[in-house]
């Protein structure tokens, strides 16, 4: 009998609770559909204040704008977390091209973030053509040296998770230049990291890693078609040559800051949830994808969690990251100053996969806390949000990864997204108001979650200050 009567009050008292659940995650969704200031947001960031490449102009503009709008929530704390980060500046724009007989290829080309510049004449050599570092070692230096070397291995297109098919061929955008220079090549050309063809270069992050300054060699990104092009002329002509003249520079570091907002939780407060994107961009474009998108939408959901009637039970921070693209300074400056103060967090949610359609989450964490978030699930099926599985979350909050908190990545359909990732055509009008609300409150709804039930393997004791 006794057991009966347990039984039906954990059986209302579960009912009850989904029907609250799915009350409050409803009204989350209404909100930023109706009501939400993301879009707006992203206006601005993007028009108003354009690419915010780390050390820039642009960069210092967006911290002050968006830890003002924070401040305009009435959040319980605002504040700026110093960062040194560095300092690269394009130059003048790019230019290259390549010959053969009497033909004339001008090339759609970016410099690589944090390259050097060319000779002031430009550069101009033979090239050889690779599909990747491992076929690059194998030539040795004898047949490498005083060449361009042009790494072509295109982005696989029969993958459906397009960050795999990414992931499988940047490293020769990060490591080629180094590889190449270690051994005498005199440049680097890589086809950009795109599913498509079309005329636009996509920058991004490479390195020289510990090689000396006389070995580094200017490297530079070209467009899918051209790197199409410049394969079927090297077929034809081997001995063909290459030109591209670049002016970029590398200064010393300069201070910046992560921009950070807390409402403080009622019950838990030194339970920590966090939530954030990516402040810096790229120069090329306004960066409203990569990370813009991601940035609003963390900034909605505490504008989200302060519309519910009570205060969250947990303290929830959103966390604007400096400097991920060319470094992830703000990223780690961030857990590392969570683990000098000894913060308790335990969920870390990044947007950093642009503002298309949300179709879920991946999460990394245990397999108890992996099956509590599954069973969640449910709520989120009337939004059309069916991924939930286990696997990366985002490079910002990867520093903070430690046993007992679950980290979180939001994922939204990526078929578009390296059409415009790093370049100058990742601007405002490539981004749908609904699409970018539908994310905003997703991820809002998933913090209301984790603020509600905590972690499984964790006794709600509130902790007094």
Not at 201 to 219: C, F, K, Q, V
């Amino acid at each position: 009998m006794k057991l009966n009567i347990l039984f039906t009050f954990l059986l209302i008292s579960w009912v009850v609770n989904a029907q609250e659940d799915a009350k409050i995650i409803e009204n989350m969704y209404n909100t930023s559909l109706s009501n939400g200031m993301s879009y707006s947001w992203l206006d601005h960031l993007s028009n108003e204040i354009g690419g915010r490449l780390s050390g820039s102009d642009g960069a210092r503009r967006a911290v002050e704008y968006t830890k003002s709008e924070l401040e305009k929530l009435g959040l319980d704390k605002v504040w700026l977390q110093p960062v040194m980060v560095p300092k690269w500046v394009r130059g003048a724009k790019e230019s290259g091209y390549f010959t053969t007989g009497m033909d004339r290829h001008e090339l759609h080309i970016c410099a690589l973030g944090g390259s050097v510049a060319t000779p002031r004449e430009g550069l101009i050599g033979e090239v050889i053509e690779v599909k990747g570092i491992d076929e690059l070692k194998s030539l040795g230096p004898d047949k490498v040296k005083g060449k361009i070397i042009f790494f072509n291995r295109p982005m696989e297109p029969t993958l459906i998770e397009t960050f795999r098919a990414y992931g499988g061929c940047v490293d020769q955008r990060y490591s080629g230049a180094m590889e190449a220079g270690k051994l005498g090549a005199i440049g680097v050309v890589v086809r950009s990291m795109n599913l498509r063809l079309d005329n636009y270069p996509h920058t991004g992050a490479m390195t020289y890693g510990d090689l000396p300054e006389n070995l580094r060699i200017p490297s530079a990104a070209i467009s899918t078609i051209d790197a199409e092009a410049l394969s079927m002329a090297l077929s034809n002509d081997a001995l063909l040559k290459l030109s591209f003249k670049q002016d970029c520079r590398q200064f010393d570091d300069v201070e910046s800051f992560n921009v950070i907002g807390e409402i403080r939780g009622s019950e838990f407060p030194n339970e920590f949830i966090v939530v954030g994107g990516h402040l810096d961009s790229w120069d090329m474009g306004d960066g409203s994808h990569d990370d813009g998108a991601g940035v609003v939408q963390s900034m909605e959901v505490l504008r989200l969690m302060k519309f519910q009637e009570q205060r969250p039970k947990r303290s929830i921070r959103v966390i604007l990251f400096m400097n991920e693209e060319n470094g992830l300074r703000g990223g780690r400056k961030y857990a590392e100053e969570a683990k000098f103060n000894r913060e308790q967090h335990i969920l870390a949610l990044e947007s950093d996969s642009g503002g298309f359609t949300p179709r879920g989450f991946s999460f990394d964490c245990s397999d108890e806390e992996f099956d509590q978030v599954k069973s969640w699930e449910h709520l989120f099926k009337p939004y059309l949000i069916h991924y939930f599985e286990k696997g990366g979350s985002g490079a910002d909050i990867g520093p903070l990864k430690t046993e007992g908190i679950v980290l979180a990545g939001l994922r939204p359909d990526s078929q578009r997204y390296f059409d415009y990732h790093h370049t100058s055509i990742d601007t405002f009008d490539a981004v749908n108001k609904r699409e970018l609300e539908l994310g905003a409150a997703t991820m809002a709804s998933l913090v209301y979650l984790f603020d509600k039930y905590g972690l499984k393997d964790k006794k709600n004791i509130p902790i007094k200050n």
